[in-house]
């Protein structure tokens, strides 16, 4: 039975568990603009797994443009 809520099939169909991507590449950033990238990140690799390929790269792009928008102005 699948497990929606602890491993969704859509974050967990590569060798590593997109959250532990997520966290390790974050960690990276501060604030903001690690919530953004970690949400780029979310967004691009669930793209063909889950729902609408074009919304969810879309979504990415709109964080994305947040988190350059943010060191725009720093």
């Known amino acids: 039975m699948e497990d929606n809520v602890n491993s969704p099939k859509h974050y967990t169909t590569y060798s590593i568990e997109v959250i532990d991507f997520i966290e390790e590449v974050a960690a990276c950033y501060t604030g903001r603009n690690a919530y953004c990238i970690g949400n780029v990140i979310k967004y691009v ?30």
Do not use: N
Request: proline content about 3%; aromatic content about 6%.
């Open 45 to 74: 690799t669930r793209a063909p797994h889950k729902g609408s390929m074009l919304e969810d790269l879309q979504k990415a792009r709109w964080y994305l443009d947040k988190a350059i928008s943010k060191l725009e102005t720093e």
